[in-house]
């Protein structure tokens, strides 16, 4: 049998790989960079180059007067945390999140572990829920924009039952919810096909041996589903808190981040200032503190999570 290292020197340790081994290793090494090469250039192009330009242009400032772009440092970032406007969309993108994550993950949560079981007309109820994934988010806020209007269907509903017809998106404490219920319609379905994949990689043996031991639905569901859906979950919070950071269509489309600046989240505030203010080196400093605190609460999900699994 052909050996793959040389023969011990004199002093007995052995000189290392064969020549033919270190070939092989690099020929791989060589095969898999070929392979990944498209990915980590789209990776270079289209998120860390523009992260880059994005810090250095928020370093800036062109002014409107003389037309000159000249470097000024961190006075954008100093501007901004003294803007009211800025705090209230911090304020406001933090609400929605600290709702709408929750809520679609726990929504998502049951409609994963009840389209896992089988019964009578599963397959066409999946499809409902999965049906709002096909369609844009922009095209579903027009449709809830509908919904919503003060003659609308869901008024027209209201009155049957004998309620008042509410103001959605015209009511500054209304707005904000209004636009939950419609990221969570679109993102629900979406998220569930995460986790049922996830309950699906659980094995039945597991649940049958938990059965065997006494434990009901809720203990098999707390001590065998929960921690062996861990990951999946992991990712959908994390996935879906990047999401919602990053809302803008609706905003846009239904409320112009009225009404009082109620709906005024921090991405729609980076476009305001963008390209209706025009500064748009004030709104990439915007940018990356938006970027800043997405990564800061996502890294305490993950914390959190990984802390859970750990016990």
């Not at 808190?241 to 609706?250: E, H, I, M, Y």
Request: proline share 7%; hydrophobic share 50%; glycine share 8%.
């Amino acid at each position: 049998m052909t050996s793959t290292t040389r023969p011990p020197d004199t002093d007995g340790r052995p000189t290392g790989p064969a020549p033919a081994v270190r070939r092989r290793t690099r020929s791989q090494a060589r095969t898999a960079l070929a392979f990944l090469a498209p990915a980590l250039l789209a990776l270079l192009v289209l998120r860390l180059l523009p992260a880059g330009l994005a810090v250095v242009d928020s370093l800036r400032h062109h002014s409107l007067v003389d037309g000159v772009t000249r470097f000024v440092g961190l006075d954008n970032y100093g501007d901004l945390f003294g803007d009211p406007q800025f705090w209230q969309s911090v304020r406001v993108t933090l609400l929605f999140s600290v709702i709408v994550n929750p809520l679609q993950v726990l929504c998502a949560l049951g409609l994963a572990v009840l389209f896992n079981r089988r019964f009578k007309g599963a397959r066409f109820w999946r499809s409902l829920v999965f049906a709002p994934i096909a369609v844009p988010p922009a095209v579903s806020a027009v449709i809830f924009g509908i919904l919503y209007r003060p003659e609308g269907p869901l008024n027209a509903l209201l009155g049957v039952f004998g309620l008042p017809s509410q103001p959605f998106l015209t009511s500054p404490t209304q707005a904000l919810y209004a636009l939950i219920v419609l990221m969570s319609w679109v993102g629900v379905g979406y998220w569930t096909t995460f986790l049922i994949a996830g309950l699906q990689d659980i094995p039945q043996e597991t649940y049958d041996a938990a059965a065997m031991d006494g434990a009901n639905a809720w203990q098999r569901f707390v001590h065998v589903t929960l921690p062996l859906l861990r990951r999946p979950l992991a990712f959908v919070l994390v996935a879906d808190t990047v999401s919602n950071f990053l809302v803008f269509a609706p905003v846009q489309l239904l409320t112009g981040g009225g009404p009082e600046g109620s709906t005024n989240l921090l991405m729609y505030d980076v476009f305001r200032r963008a390209y209706s203010v025009g500064d748009i080196h004030y709104a990439q400093a915007e940018v990356v503190l938006l970027v800043a605190l997405t990564l800061a609460v996502v890294a305490v999900q993950y914390r959190l999570m990984q802390g859970k699994g750990e016990e």
